[in-house]
């Protein structure tokens, strides 16, 4: 018997077991596909000569978290490689803000757009020196971030704290016309910003395109060399050599739960395997209360909260192989390992106004990925490994295009929506077609086939938006992982502080689990008032 069952060999669940496996404990991981990894992993499936990332790609985050350095992955062989330039924002008239990896080549940039751009740029990074790397862990750490919180506040009284605190609530549009006189500045943060839900007009976008944007000033958007699967070897590896068991193809079915604590899982072959301690699931927070759990062993009030839970868009990703880089009609494009594609900022409010009304946008706002140019082992010399992401709604109403798109995301409306995103790009690639020798079309139904966690499509398990953070997270309660069934933990990115693959959540859990039994049964009798 284990000490612990972990659900979900994903990024959190994976962090979660090497935290448990430190600790001592023995860890048993059940992983409902057939390889680990969950949004984590790459294959050759595309064409045999390239590597390709499945779902996340660029690992700022990862790069910045205090939790996966503890880990120490470097000596399991993981490697990272960065583009010469970060990311790239191209207009159709052949201007291009670009994020490099120095401040001052970003600044030069910006100061092409609008000559005092380039000093707002540098004062936003000094204050982020200032106060990011207290920031991150803050963020990083258990609600509340006591210790974390206590240093930070210390760094904001310093900086203007209450000023920052006014500039992160901004909507991303507002923050950037505040901060910059050209539009350089103003769709890097913008651009950022919609790696999540949040639309230029959302309160708190312009805390999130900051934090994206000065992370990648800071960190960069580093790549495993390899692939992303070798993220995930490496967490396999350092989990296996602590003596922890691994076991792909075994769908956990329900948890077993015995006078309000949870003991064990049930499997959907029909094996039950207690855990001595606890159950940790790296899964979204409706499939676990709703499906794993069971409404009879949960509270009326988390029922209700359910019903409110709110999904982050859908995604719709493209993968390519390409006999050569793209022809970015911006020159600058080329460097970078991300490139944003959309018509300024008011292409990205139009783009989010039309998900908001679900409808499928006509000119998708596209994130594209240059792979080789950011790892030069992803394809042949000259060629290029690339993607392309874009959001649609969850629930689809009409389309904004011509196509007819409904939704049901059959083989056509596949189709149609991969050649639309094409369509895309060739805008600021002209010739981009030519060089496409094979693709990839991974749908919403797709990516949640391939991963349960990815509801629809959704990558960030849950809305980014400010009501569903921190305590409001998944529902509203203690912000924290521990949930109403004794032994029972929350390890998923539906857990504070959300998505992205930083390992936060699977190690907050993992401490959670650690704790002593008193502060525990304080907490669960709280969470059943």
Same mark, same amino acid.
Do not use: C, K
């Given at each position: 018997m284990p000490d612990a069952v972990v659900i979900g060999a994903g990024p959190n669940g994976l962090v979660a077991a090497n935290v448990l496996a430190d600790a001592g404990w023995s860890v048993e991981v059940l992983e409902a596909q057939p390889e680990p990894g969950g949004a984590v992993r790459s294959?050759? &499936?595309? /064409? =045999? $000569?390239?590597?390709?990332? +499945?779902?996340?790609?660029?690992?700022?985050?990862?790069?910045? *978290?205090?939790?996966?350095?503890? +880990?120490?992955?470097?000596?399991? #062989?993981?490697?990272?490689? /960065? !583009?010469p330039s970060v990311l790239a924002h191209p207009l159709l008239d052949g201007r291009c803000a670009v994020l490099e990896r120095r401040v001052q080549r970003t600044a030069a940039g910006l100061e092409e757009f609008a000559p005092v751009d380039g000093d707002a740029w540098r004062d936003m990074y000094d204050l982020w020196s200032r106060v990011g790397p207290d920031l991150v862990q803050a963020l990083f750490t258990p609600f509340p971030p006591v210790r974390a919180g206590l240093r930070l506040a210390a760094r904001l009284r310093a900086a203007g704290g209450l000023r920052l605190a006014r500039d992160l609530a901004l909507p991303v549009r507002r923050l950037?016309?505040?901060?910059?006189? %050209? $539009?350089? &500045?103003? +769709?890097l943060l913008a651009g950022n910003a919609l790696h999540a839900d949040l639309s230029p007009e959302a309160a708190g976008s312009g805390g999130f395109g900051w934090l994206m944007s000065m992370l990648g000033q800071s960190h960069g958007f580093p790549v495993p060399v390899g692939g992303a699967g070798a993220l995930t070897g490496a967490l396999v590896s350092r989990f296996r050599r602590r003596g922890g068991v691994l076991r792909c193809g075994e769908r956990v079915a329900s948890v077993v739960v015995r006078g309000g604590t949870a003991v064990g899982v049930r499997t959907a072959g029909g094996e039950t395997i207690a855990a001595r301690r606890a159950v940790l699931a790296d899964t979204s927070a409706p499939a676990l209360y709703r499906d794993l759990v069971g409404e009879e062993h949960l509270p009326s009030r988390l029922l209700r909260d359910l019903e409110r839970f709110h999904w982050d868009f859908a995604t719709f990703k493209v993968d390519w192989?390409?006999?050569?880089?793209? =022809?970015? @009609?911006?020159?600058?494009?080329?460097?970078?390992g991300t490139v944003h594609l959309a018509d300024g900022v008011d292409g990205?409010?139009?783009?989010? *106004?039309?998900?908001?009304?679900?409808?499928?946008? $006509?000119?998708?706002?596209?994130?594209? #990925?240059?792979?080789? @140019?950011?790892d030069p082992s992803r394809s042949p010399a000259g060629t290029e490994s690339a993607w392309a992401y874009t959001h649609v709604p969850q629930h689809v109403t009409s389309d904004a295009g011509p196509d007819g798109i409904t939704g049901r995301w059959d083989a056509r409306e596949q189709e149609a929506m991969a050649d639309r995103i094409e369509a895309q790009v060739e805008r600021f690639a =002209? #010739?981009?077609? @030519?060089?496409?020798?094979?693709?990839?079309?991974?749908? =919403?139904?797709?990516?949640? !086939?391939?991963?349960?966690?990815?509801?629809?499509?959704?990558?960030?398990? #849950?809305?980014?938006?400010l009501h569903q953070q921190a305590v409001f997270r998944p529902t509203p309660g203690t912000g924290r992982p521990e949930t109403p069934v004794k032994g029972l933990y929350l390890a998923s990115a539906a857990a504070h502080p &959300? &998505?992205?693959? /930083? %390992?936060?959540?699977?190690?907050? !859990? !993992?401490?959670?689990?650690?704790?002593? /039994?008193?502060?525990?049964?304080l907490l669960h009798r709280a969470q059943r008032v």
């Open positions: 294959d050759r &499936g595309v /064409h =045999p $000569d390239y590597v390709t990332d +499945l779902f996340s790609a660029f690992y700022p985050l990862a790069a910045a *978290s205090p939790v996966l350095a503890r +880990l120490d992955l470097a000596a399991e #062989g993981l490697r990272w490689s /960065h !583009a950037g016309e505040e901060q910059f006189t %050209g $539009d350089g &500045g103003r +769709l192989a390409l006999s050569g880089p793209a =022809p970015w @009609t911006a020159p600058r494009a080329a460097a970078a990205l409010t139009r783009f989010a *106004s039309q998900i908001a009304m679900e409808q499928v946008p $006509d000119e998708p706002f596209a994130l594209f #990925g240059q792979m080789t @140019t950011a =002209p #010739g981009f077609r @030519t060089r496409i020798l094979a693709r990839r079309i991974l749908a =919403p139904t797709t990516l949640q !086939a391939m991963d349960e966690n990815l509801h629809n499509g959704a990558i960030n398990n #849950g809305t980014t938006a &959300g &998505g992205g693959v /930083h %390992g936060a959540p699977g190690a907050n !859990a !993992a401490r959670a689990a650690l704790r002593g /039994h008193g502060l525990r049964t």
